[in-house]
C-alpha cells in the first residue's frame, strides 16, 4: 500500500533553535514569547484583524461559535465531507449539526443544498475551505446575510488560499 502524508514538516536549525529556546523559557504554550510572535505575524499576514492561538481546530471552532451567540438547540449548517472536528465542534456546543452534500467540483458545502436545510432554527453556516479549495464565499456570504445569519470560516485546511485574490478567512463572521 503506498503511503500518502497529508503534510510533510520542513524544519531547519532555525526551527530546531527555536524550539530549544522555548523549552528552556518553559513557556511551551499559553502566552510564552513565541505564541505571542505568532499571532503578531498571524494577524500581519491578514492585514489586521484578530488572532487567537488555541490547542486546535476543534477548539477554534467552538470558540467561535460560542462567540457568535450560538446555543442549546440552535442549528448550524456543515457540509458533509469535512474532517471530524468541524461537526464535533458544534456538537460539544450543544447545538445541532444539519450536514449537506458538497459540490462534486469543488468537494466544498453546495448552496442549493444549504437553502433545502434552513429552517427557524439555522443560527449560522458553516463553510469548509477543504484541502485548499475555498468555497463560493461570495454566493454563500450573500445568500447568508440575506438570511440573517452568521457566517463561520474552518480555514484549518486552507491558510494561505485564495479565492477571487482574496484570502479565505476574511469573510466569516468567525474563521
Known sequence: MKKISIANPILDKKDINYAYKALKSKWISSRGEFVSKFEEKFQNFFNGGY?????????ALELAIKSLGIKKGDEIIAPNFTFAASVNAIINCNAKPVLVDVEKDTWTIDLREIKKKITKKTKAIMMVHTFGQPCRIDEIKKFVRKKNLFLIEDCAESLGAKYKG???GLDGDCS
Open 166 to 168: 482574496r484570502l479565505v
Open 51 to 59: 488572532s487567537l492561538s488555541v490547542s486546535n481546530g476543534t477548539s
